[in-house]
């Protein structure tokens, strides 16, 4: 067995893989996509199968945490049969965890499901609790099939925590709605600033809400503790007094996190991404696809960890209107 871990050119350890399963996905949130999507002809796709393999290769090199993300994965047909395979690593206690972030809207019909293949916790996208809101937000999303798959989660024992885009003229003046009813619930909070990838004809200056601000507005109505509570992700926390959960602020624009970065993004084409916002990729379908043996998909892996870059150079201002990289957020994974 090789217990070779994975460390980048700039000595950090990769341990966590994130993979887009689907670039599809039954909502078209604003900052996320266009109403009018081409997506990938589903001929391009690796099976569940094939990953299974890349997904049990970097298990492997020592990868122990995998999100399963899109597109919205639990659209995918079969999802469960993937999910349900890659939990025999959990049961080994190869990976620690396996997670996915989702849009809630399949939870009603997957929570127990989840559950039972080894699942523990699940981040849903919620970015605001007003009907209406919700609707613009997602255009094509309802938030009571949200919130009823949320319950459904809840009452099945998984974890929650909640990721809220913010945006500018939609939701800024609800996160402290957002924050009771994650207080109520037991659900740990997560704003995201909008991010400048893929292009979704609206014009991102005009979505941009810097979270510094947005934590400045909070912190008059709540007593917001600084914390060293770290998930491994970008996420810097804050416990809220009043109601004992976490609030985590994931600033890529005005906070660079990529120092401590351990993950990379496999897109459901076979794709790895070392970088969310750099267009640098490694092909991972080739190499698996050239033999039944996982030997040159490991060494492609391998090297591909070998040129994980420094960072991104995210920036949303006028006079650069272009997104930082072409492809939408849905197919590198959110
Ligand atoms: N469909 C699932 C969902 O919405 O949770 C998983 C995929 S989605 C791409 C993953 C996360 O990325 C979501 O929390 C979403 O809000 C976030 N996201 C999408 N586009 C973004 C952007 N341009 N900037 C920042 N976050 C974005
Ligand atoms: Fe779909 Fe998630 Fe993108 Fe919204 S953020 S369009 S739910 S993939």
Redesign the pocket.
């Known amino acids: 067995m090789d217990k070779a871990s994975l460390i980048d050119p700039f000595g950090r350890a990769v341990n966590y893989l994130r993979v887009s399963v689907t670039d599809r996905?039954n909502y078209r949130?604003v900052?996320?996509m266009a109403e009018d999507m081409t997506f990938l002809p589903k001929s391009d796709l690796l099976t569940l199968e094939e990953l299974d393999r890349v997904c049990s290769a970097f298990v492997r090199r020592g990868v122990d945490k995998i999100r399963l993300?899109?597109?919205?994965?639990l659209v995918r047909r079969g999802i469960m049969t993937l999910i349900r395979s890659l939990g025999r690593h959990l049961q080994t206690g190869a990976l620690r965890e396996l997670t996915l972030?989702?849009?809630g809207s399949q939870l009603v019909k997957y929570a127990d499901e989840l559950v039972a293949a080894g699942v523990r916790r699940i981040?849903?996208?919620l970015d605001t609790l007003d009907a209406e809101k919700f609707q613009q937000a997602t255009r094509w999303g309802k938030l009571e099939e949200v919130l009823a798959g949320i319950a459904a989660a809840k009452a099945g024992g998984l974890e929650i925590k909640i990721?809220a885009?913010a945006l500018k003229g939609l939701n800024e003046n609800e996160f402290d709605r957002l924050i009771e009813w994650c207080g109520e619930q037991g659900f740990d909070l997560t704003l995201?600033?909008?991010?400048p990838?893929?292009e979704i004809n609206l014009d991102r200056v005009d979505q941009y809400l810097p979270l510094s601000r947005v934590r400045e507005q909070l912190a008059k109505n709540w007593t917001l503790e600084e914390t060293d509570y770290q998930t491994g992700g970008p996420a810097r926390y804050d416990v809220i007094r009043e109601t004992g959960k976490r609030i985590g602020f994931i600033t890529p624009l005005s906070h660079n996190f990529c120092e401590s970065c351990n993950r990379v993004r496999l897109t459901c084409t076979g794709q790895l991404y070392m970088c969310l916002g750099q267009d640098d990729e490694a092909d991972l379908r080739t190499p698996l696809r050239a033999s039944e043996g996982d030997d040159l998909l490991l060494d492609a892996i391998d090297e591909a960890i070998g040129r994980k870059p420094k960072g991104h150079d995210f920036v949303i201002d006028r006079r650069d209107a272009q997104p930082a990289v072409a492809r939408h957020?849905?197919v590198t994974?959110?």
């Open positions: 996905c949130c900052y996320c993300t899109g597109g919205e994965p972030t989702t849009n981040n849903v996208s990721n885009v995201i600033e909008t991010m990838v893929g957020m849905s994974g959110g």
